[in-house]
């Protein structure tokens, strides 16, 4: 049986700034790489063993995925373009304190998160979903089995996670937050309300 593990980036410069990153491509804070080396020993400790780390060619990404495969004794992760951040259109750079003023109605409020639907040249959830899709189908044809680990970002992943479980995106959106440095499994022997198997809350205790 295959399972495919979603990981979150540590939390990088917009991330701390208070900014929507998207495609913007900053570093790792030292609380990034912080929180990627803690990943590693908490996936060492449930006793997680990976064939393969796959990462979003974006540095705050690629970097978390180097950092876990060097702690549990892999190669560096191949970078596979699909797994990169949503595209945010006209709000990239923006403050995250202004998505609500910026793009109104059109948003979906969490208890974390507020997300935006379609501001100009934004790639939208639906079109996210078709995304991940495509990509779960390469990770599909390259293992047939074991464990893989897909090192993203935060919307995206949220949208990974939807497609392998075929939910409705805007139900799936609040069902919990995915943090910097966090884990999401997907397998036919995981039920989708229990995917979020390790959050920073939990590393903390």
Not at 168 to 177: I, Q
């Amino acid at each position: 049986m295959l399972k495919i593990y979603l990981a979150r980036h540590g939390q990088d410069r917009d991330n701390v700034n208070g900014l929507l990153n998207g495609r913007r491509d900053e570093p790792l804070t030292d609380l990034g790489v912080f929180q990627a080396r803690e990943l590693a020993q908490k996936i060492k400790d449930l006793g997680i063993k990976f064939e393969k780390v796959y990462a979003s060619p974006l540095q705050r990404a690629y970097k978390t995925g180097e950092v876990i495969a060097e702690a549990i004794g892999l190669e560096k992760p191949e970078a596979i373009k699909d797994l990169i951040e949503r595209n945010f259109g006209v709000m990239t750079g923006e403050e995250i304190a202004d998505i609500e003023l910026m793009c109104a109605p059109d948003i979906i409020k969490t208890k974390t998160v507020t997300y935006f639907l379609k501001p100009k040249g934004a790639e939208t959830f639906p079109q996210l979903i078709r995304r991940a899709k495509r990509l779960l189908r390469q990770v599909r044809r390259r293992h047939k089995d074991g464990n893989v680990l897909l090192v993203t970002h935060g919307d995206f992943g949220k949208m990974i996670f939807v497609a392998y479980y075929r939910l409705n995106w805007k139900k799936a959106l609040p069902m919990f937050h995915f943090g910097n440095g966090e884990l999401i499994e997907l397998s036919s022997g995981m039920k989708a309300e229990n995917a979020h198997i390790l959050s920073a809350k939990q590393y903390n205790r």
